[in-house]
């Protein structure tokens, strides 16, 4: 598992959703990260997703919620690799 594996799915895990019906294995939200150097998250920004979903807005924001869940910070990064992680793209989704 790659160092980015580890990080979609310890956040993934942090996620909280509320119950979904119907079409909820077709949400999706698109969050990008940006790390400060000690790998905190220091912003989380929703850049896209299934936007026309219904849950989508929960969804979201129950996303970023999780990129600063205390249980996941500092993320589990190579601090010596700063360059290459200080901006992360995160996929999630229920599937």
Same mark, same amino acid.
């Given at each position: 598992?790659?160092?980015?594996?580890?990080? @979609?799915? $310890? #956040? @993934?895990? &942090?996620?909280? *959703?509320?119950?979904?019906? =119907?079409?909820?294995?077709?949400?999706?939200?698109?969050?990008?990260?940006? #790390?400060?150097?000690? /790998?905190?998250?220091?912003?989380?920004?929703?850049? =896209? =997703?299934?936007?026309?979903?219904?849950? !989508? /807005?929960?969804?979201?924001?129950? &996303?970023? /919620?999780?990129?600063?869940?205390?249980?996941?910070?500092? $993320?589990? *990064?190579?601090?010596? @690799? !700063?360059?290459?992680?200080?901006? $992360?793209?995160?996929?999630?989704?229920?599937?």
């Amino acid at each position: 598992m790659s160092i980015l594996d580890r990080v @979609q799915t $310890l #956040l @993934q895990n &942090a996620w909280r *959703l509320p119950a979904l019906s =119907g079409n909820g294995e077709k949400l999706v939200v698109l969050v990008e990260l940006e #790390l400060n150097p000690d /790998a905190t998250v220091a912003r989380a920004t929703i850049v =896209g =997703g299934t936007t026309n979903h219904p849950a !989508y /807005a929960i969804a979201a924001e129950s &996303a970023v /919620a999780a990129a600063f869940d205390p249980s996941c910070n500092p $993320l589990p *990064l190579p601090l010596d @690799q !700063y360059h290459k992680w200080k901006k $992360l793209r995160i996929h999630f989704s229920p599937q």
